[in-house]
T-cell receptor, first 113, second 111 residues
């Protein structure tokens, strides 16, 4: 399966600032996704990152708050903008290609003070 | 809204015992998958069962699927301390690639 590198692995940020999370895959993949996992909760899909076009956002998530880029088939970024303590979560990148199941990166643990 | 609901929310057993976790869902699915998450890290894919399958095995894992009851179970046999983790079921529906996750079961295996 693809090897997924997510950076940073964790960060502590001040409210009102923004952080960009990177997801790098060691091979070309068809689909890339971004999920949020709030403390003690399950995973919720934020958006599907589309190569060369705007991401497809799920209900409750908007581009102004979570801008996503996917310039090629191996790389994507998620920005968490104007952060507040409610944004403290684990953010996970996942990929899917061919007939394989989705595989996940190790996640970014984000705390906002 | 969450598609899957795991049961129990938490499970504590002794090493060597079997652990059974259940997942229920609400709508028709293409497949159901189980993932493991160790201590807030990334998810590891365990097993996928398609909607036309009833049972699947992988090592010490056994998954069943009952589409008439919209439920699945994950059995871990001869558990080990290293099995301590949270386990999530996830479903996909229709032509969508999106996964909808359940709330998870936190399993603790005591040495």
């Amino acid at each position: 399966s693809a090897v997924i590198s997510q950076k940073p692995s964790r960060d502590i940020c001040q409210r009102g600032t923004s952080l960009t999370i990177q997801c790098q895959v060691d091979s070309q993949v068809t689909m890339m996704f971004w999920y949020r996992q709030q403390p003690g909760q399950s995973l919720t899909l934020i958006a599907t990152a589309n190569q060369g076009s705007e991401a497809t956002y799920e209900s409750g998530f908007v581009i102004d708050k979570f801008p996503i880029s996917r310039p090629n088939l191996t790389f994507s970024t998620l920005t968490v903008s104007n952060m507040s303590p409610e944004d403290s979560s684990i953010y996970l990148c996942s990929v899917r290609t061919g007939g394989q199941p989705q595989h996940f990166g190790d996640g970014t643990r984000l705390s906002i003070l | 809204s969450q598609q899957g609901e795991e049961d129990p929310q938490a499970l504590s057993i002794q090493e060597g015992e079997n652990a059974t976790m259940n997942c229920s869902y609400k709508t028709s699915i293409n497949n159901l998958q189980w993932y493991r998450q160790n201590s807030g890290r990334g998810l590891v894919h365990l097993i996928l069962i398609r909607s036309n399958e009833r049972e699947k095995h992988s090592g010490r894992l056994r998954v069943t699927l009952d589409t008439s009851k919209k439920s699945s179970s994950l059995l871990i046999t001869a558990s080990r301390a290293a099995d301590t983790a949270s386990y999530f079921c996830a479903t996909s529906q229709g032509g969508s690639e999106k996964l909808v996750f359940g709330k998870g079961t936190k399993l603790t295996v005591n040495p």
